[in-house]
């Protein structure tokens, strides 16, 4: 998918009008930001916001989370345990001491 985010008024009036003109290629709209499909015409409306507009828009190619992928799986458990906690007030450093999961610091260490 190409994530559009536009910073400019004049920018985040061509993105809505894109929006609404070509529905079937937008899977999201979030106001000054856009989802568009990943068909070379997602990637066609991406681009001529970017083409119109040139710094204006940041265009991003994304691609859904999987995260039952074995790199994620270290993660997945740690946020799992964590909205299990028995204490909605415990902050995730203090509930992560102790245990098999990653500390914060390590994981904003560690890229995947």
Do not use: W
Not at 24 to 49: I, P
Not at 67 to 84: D, S
């Amino acid at each position: 998918m190409f994530l559009v985010i536009t910073y400019s008024t004049a920018a985040r009036t061509t993105l809505r009008n894109v929006c609404r003109a070509h529905e079937d290629a937008v899977v999201r709209q979030f106001g000054r930001a856009a989802l568009f499909d990943r068909t070379e015409f997602g990637a066609f409306c991406a681009l001529r916001l970017r083409a119109k507009h040139g710094g204006e828009v940041q265009v991003e190619r994304t691609r859904p989370l999987n995260e039952f992928e074995a790199t994620y799986e270290r993660v997945r458990a740690a946020a799992e345990a964590y909205e299990e906690r028995d204490s909605p007030y415990t902050p995730y450093e203090r509930f992560a001491t102790g245990t098999d999961h990653p500390s914060p610091g390590e994981m904003r260490a560690r890229e995947l």
